[in-house]
């Protein structure tokens, strides 16, 4: 340390001190960043240690009233032991009942609970499975204001804030006690200790499961649908259940996997969706559930597949289970839209259609940009836009005169209903404009659905 660093140093922690009393801890915190590998409470005690050894030097020479009030006042105000052995040999009286202005709350030092801060942790945490930790803390308001006003005084610009310094040494003391590993990026659970009304609170993180559905009975929304006319309150419309649909896909995987993992609630997040009407067969549509507050973070995935299947009773089936993390869930909802999904339609057409109409309409409904307006069935429940959809392969077969099969491989998102019907001229073009007839999807499945790579990590 240069002379220039170390005098200011001591000047400031010397003008610091006759005015107010501070803990090793405390002092140490406001120069955090003139050092490192070291403690704040090191480094306080470093402080102090040199400015005892000037008093010292006073004391050996003939200015030893000068020695004598350094010695007073790091005994007292500085509460330093060393110090205070020293008056004691001296007979010198100082006044031992001083607080850290820093650090004391209702008389005592925030750092002196640390002890039965970290148990109340780990009560607080019984019954919950978890591997890694965060500490969090709410500072005392009235401790910040004391920290500021010294800092803005004295010119303090090398402090760490007390929150940072109290987070990493409850982040210390737990990790003995509990041994768990402290994490920053992912922890599973956050501990949050409040100073002024000396509470812990424990946050337990969600957990992510990834996996695939397949719909195999018509009639069942992805979620919860509530009753038009009573939302959810029960009438006599909806026979007092509140429910326009009995069930969805997301509780027949939800509630399953809810109880096993002991958890508060959940959400499914699925990229995209299929109408009520429409089957998801294949290899499924992938999703990611999300278990807020789970007391098992680790479950047994061929355990919830079996529950889930077994709950479901052949209307739905999960396959893929595996962990994975927040990101995930985001990303395959970003994915949907570019997504390259098939379908399977049965189409009924207005007119008797030949097979030659079938092969044109293949070919100009192949390898096409359509654009479609938002659908008059969703209008209600959607933004109104016009939305450029890439139609990559269009296959026609004939079933009987009025009556086709047809396959479509879409880009993601893309309506196929409406791409069938035209609906009204908002999709165009569309199987009925090509055909020169109204052609109606008298039953739709999703047969594929080709995403990105799975991101485990992002």
């Not at 000037?54 to 003939?62: R, T």
């Not at 500021?148 to 006690?177: A, F, M, T, V």
């Not at 008059?376 to 009987?400: E, G, M």
Request: proline share 3%; glycine share 8%; aromatic share 6%.
């Amino acid at each position: 340390m240069s002379n220039r660093i170390s005098t200011e140093l001591l000047e400031k922690t010397m003008l610091m001190l006759e005015e107010y009393s501070l803990c090793d801890y405390c002092l140490g915190r406001q120069f955090a960043w003139l050092g490192t590998d070291t403690t704040n409470q090191e480094r306080g005690k470093a402080i102090l240690s040199v400015l005892l050894m000037e008093a010292e030097l006073s004391l050996k020479g003939e200015d030893t009233s000068t020695g004598l009030a350094l010695v007073k006042l790091l005994a007292e105000n500085a509460m330093y032991i060393p110090a205070q052995k020293i008056a004691a040999r001296r007979s010198l009286e100082v006044n031992l009942e001083k607080t850290c202005h820093l650090c004391t709350i209702a008389g005592s030092s925030v750092f002196g609970r640390l002890g039965d801060i970290v148990q109340k942790m780990k009560e607080e945490s019984q019954g919950v499975e978890y591997q890694t930790f965060l500490v969090g803390t709410t500072p005392d308001p009235e401790l910040v204001d004391r920290e500021d006003e010294l800092r803005g005084k004295h010119s303090i610009l090398y402090g760490e804030s007390l929150k940072s310094q109290y987070n990493r040494e409850l982040g210390k003391e737990l990790s003995k006690i509990i041994e768990k590993q402290v994490e920053f990026e992912r922890p599973d659970v956050v501990f949050v200790y409040d100073m002024k009304k000396d509470t812990v609170e424990i946050q337990i993180n969600p957990v992510f499961i990834y996996g695939r559905y397949k719909k195999l009975v018509r009639g069942i929304p992805q979620s919860r649908w509530d009753c038009n006319d009573c939302h959810g309150k029960g009438c006599s419309q909806c026979g007092g259940t509140g429910r326009k649909y009995p069930d969805s896909i997301s509780e027949y995987i939800g509630i399953p996997v809810q109880k096993l993992m002991k958890g508060s609630r959940f959400k499914v997040h699925a990229a995209g969706r299929e109408d009520v009407d429409v089957l998801m067969l294949g290899t499924g549509r992938p999703f990611v559930l999300e278990i807020s507050k789970p007391m098992i973070r680790t479950p047994d995935l061929g355990e919830l597949e079996r529950a889930i299947n077994s709950e479901a009773n052949g209307k739905i089936e999960v396959m893929n289970l595996e962990l994975t993390v927040r990101e995930r869930a985001q990303t395959i909802k970003s994915e949907a839209s570019e997504n390259v999904k098939e379908y399977l339609a049965q189409i009924q057409i207005e007119e008797t259609v030949t097979e030659d109409e079938l092969k044109k309409a293949e070919e100009k409904l192949t390898d096409i940009q359509i654009k479609q307006r938002t659908p008059t069935r969703v209008s209600h429940r959607r933004s109104d836009l016009i939305r450029d959809k890439q139609i990559l392969q269009v296959k026609l077969t004939r079933i009987s005169e009025n009556l086709v099969e047809g396959f479509f491989k879409v880009q993601g998102g893309t309506y196929i209903k409406e791409l069938i019907s035209g609906d009204d001229g908002r999709t165009t073009p569309s199987l009925s404009s090509v055909l020169g007839r109204q052609c109606i999807c008298n039953e739709l499945n999703v047969i594929a659905i080709y995403g990105h790579s799975p991101h485990h990590n992002a």
